[in-house]
């Protein structure tokens, strides 16, 4: 079994960890321990280094991590040095801590659910349970997010019975311990992503459109440094 490091600390992102196993031929690697976070609930990979070969892809095989490499870890010792690309993982982690900010106030706000999410690399979206939103609501939405962005609340992960665990802003079909990030007086919700550790590392969170999908409305936005980023590229 793989202990997640992310799990407690999405901060990690340098740590030295035990080979338990190669693949491939030297090109897939498991380890003891890990920061590399697998793709898992639309949130992508992270990329990085294991020694000296890069990390290309990382996948979850439920117990354990797999790293896929570019190419054949030859290095015989059986402890190694991880480096995790942290200008992406940071990235990934405004993303997200800004969809849960998002998705509370479009639930608090206009009562709309989040029913899925997707991390891209230049956009993410979320789909709401409504075949309609208009401008306005979308703008207001997005200005109360960005207040609670300046208003740097705290966010906290905490492990709990999963039926104990009240306040949840989507109820969870999960049984057991259940990870729940929490932006305080704001939103609870299970989540075994990695997020920063209070909403003002989010940065500015921008809209940039609402499309109609089947029955639901699919909101693009962007967060942190990629929001400045996609703002000059528009202007």
Same mark, same amino acid.
């Given at each position: 079994?793989?202990?997640?490091?992310?799990?407690?600390?999405?901060?990690?992102?340098?740590?030295?960890?035990? %080979?338990?196993?190669?693949?491939?031929?030297?090109?897939?690697?498991?380890?003891?321990?890990?920061?590399?976070?697998?793709?898992?609930?639309?949130?992508?990979?992270?990329?990085?280094?294991?020694?000296? !070969?890069?990390?290309?892809?990382? !996948?979850?095989?439920?117990?354990?991590? &797999?790293?896929?490499? &570019?190419?054949?870890?030859?290095?015989? *010792?059986?402890?190694?040095?991880?480096? %995790?690309?942290?200008?992406? /993982?940071?990235?990934?982690?405004?993303?997200?801590?800004?969809?849960?900010?998002?998705?509370?106030?479009?639930?608090?706000?206009?009562?709309?659910?989040?029913?899925?999410?997707?991390?891209? *690399? *230049?956009?993410?979206?979320?789909?709401?349970?409504?075949?309609?939103?208009?401008?306005? =609501?979308?703008?207001?939405?997005?200005?109360?997010?960005?207040?609670?962005?300046? =208003?740097?609340?705290?966010?906290?992960?905490?492990?709990?019975? &999963?039926?104990?665990?009240?306040?949840?802003?989507?109820?969870?079909?999960?049984?057991?311990?259940?990870?729940?990030?929490?932006?305080?007086?704001?939103? /609870?919700? &299970?989540?075994?992503?990695?997020?920063?550790?209070?909403?003002?590392? !989010?940065?500015?969170?921008?809209?940039?459109?609402?499309?109609?999908?089947?029955?639901? !409305?699919?909101? =693009?936005?962007?967060?942190?440094?990629?929001?400045?980023?996609?703002?000059?590229?528009?202007?």
């Amino acid at each position: 079994m793989t202990t997640r490091l992310y799990y407690t600390d999405a901060y990690v992102f340098q740590f030295d960890a035990r %080979i338990v196993e190669r693949g491939e031929e030297g090109r897939k690697v498991y380890l003891d321990r890990t920061a590399f976070y697998p793709t898992s609930g639309g949130q992508p990979f992270d990329t990085g280094r294991i020694g000296p !070969v890069e990390v290309t892809d990382v !996948v979850d095989e439920g117990d354990r991590i &797999a790293h896929v490499l &570019a190419s054949p870890l030859t290095d015989a *010792a059986d402890t190694v040095s991880c480096a %995790i690309d942290w200008s992406r /993982r940071f990235d990934h982690m405004q993303q997200h801590t800004g969809q849960h900010l998002l998705s509370a106030v479009l639930a608090e706000l206009l009562g709309h659910q989040t029913l899925s999410v997707h991390f891209g *690399a *230049a956009t993410s979206s979320l789909d709401l349970d409504t075949n309609s939103i208009t401008r306005d =609501e979308v703008v207001a939405a997005e200005r109360r997010a960005n207040e609670l962005v300046v =208003e740097n609340r705290p966010v906290t992960v905490s492990f709990e019975d &999963a039926g104990a665990a009240d306040g949840l802003r989507k109820a969870s079909a999960r049984e057991g311990t259940l990870r729940v990030v929490t932006i305080k007086d704001v939103d /609870r919700s &299970a989540c075994g992503g990695t997020h920063v550790r209070a909403t003002g590392e !989010v940065g500015p969170i921008l809209v940039r459109r609402t499309d109609r999908v089947k029955k639901q !409305v699919r909101v =693009e936005f962007v967060c942190g440094l990629r929001a400045v980023r996609r703002a000059r590229t528009d202007y």
